[in-house]
C-alpha cells in the first residue's frame, strides 16, 4: 500500500460533489505535498449512447472535456496547490478510462465523489461509482459532499 506523498488522481464530472473531492485532494496534497492531477472520462459506448458516437460529438465532447478540466484545475490553484496533469478520455466505460488513467500515472489514490445525493451507498451502487472503486488498481478515497 503506497503511503503519502504520493500521486494523487481526481476523478472529475464538473458537478458540486465532484468540486468538493477536488478540494478534499488539495488539501490532502498540501498537506503532503503530493502531486495532483484530474481525470475525465466520456463515454463512448454505442450501448449507453443509443448509437455510434460521430466525429462532431467527439469534436464537440473534447472541447467541453477540456474546457471542464480548466475549470477544476483553475480551482485547484485558488485552493492553493497546482495541477501537475489533466487527462480527457474517451472508452467504453468511464470506470476502466479512470482506472486506466490511475494505473498509467502509478497514482496511489484516486479521489472520487459521493455523489449528487451525498449518499456513499447511492453513489457506489451506481453502475459507474461501483465499478471505479472495484476497478481501480490503487487505494480510493470517497468524499461526500
Known amino acids: 500500500m503506497p503511503f503519502l506523498p504520493t500521486t494523487v488522481l481526481v476523478a472529475t464530472d464538473g458537478s458540486e460533489s465532484s468540486r468538493a473531492a477536488l ?33 462532431g460529438q467527439r469534436t464537440a465532447t473534447e472541447d467541453e472535456g477540456e474546457q471542464l478540466l480548466k475549470r477544476e484545475a483553475e480551482a485547484a490553484a485558488d485552493a492553493g496547490w497546482e495541477v501537475e496533469g489533466t487527462h480527457l478520455r474517451h472508452g467504453d466505460s468511464a470506470d476502466r478510462v479512470i482506472g486506466q488513467v490511475q494505473a498509467e500515472l502509478g497514482a496511489g489514490l484516486l479521489v472520487v465523489a459521493a455523489g449528487r445525493s451525498g449518499s456513499v451507498a447511492g453513489r457506489l451502487l451506481r453502475p459507474t461509482g461501483a465499478g471505479t472503486v472495484r476497478r481501480a488498481p490503487g487505494s480510493v478515497l470517497v468524499v461526500r459532499a
Do not use: E, I, N
Request: proline share 12%; glycine share 4%; aromatic share 0%.
Open 23 to 55: 478540494l478534499a485532494a488539495v488539501d490532502l496534497c498540501r498537506a503532503t505535498s503530493s502531486p495532483l492531477h484530474l481525470v475525465h472520462a466520456k463515454s463512448t459506448s454505442p450501448t449507453l449512447r443509443g448509437r455510434p458516437m460521430t466525429p
